[in-house]
């Protein structure tokens, strides 16, 4: 992407910076040989249209641990 057309759209994005490549490659390699199933951290599923009802739920305490958005739901 342009760097120019990004800052004009002011476009944020966000990196994670606090890991090394080792640490990276190791936690990749987890999760390709199967031993942890991260699925079950996905906590619910909500369709786009339902995100501003599920940010203003998140603003709670709540049980949830990762809400995953489903643009084609």
Known sequence: M???RAISKEVEIVMSVFFTMPEFEMAIRAL???TYAPQHLVSDKVPLLNMP???EALRQR???CKVL???GA
């Open 32 to 34: 390709d040989g199967g």
């Open 2 to 4: 342009n760097s120019f």
């Open 62 to 64: 709540t049980t949830q």
């Open 53 to 55: 009802d599920a940010f």
């Open 69 to 71: 958005v489903d643009p």
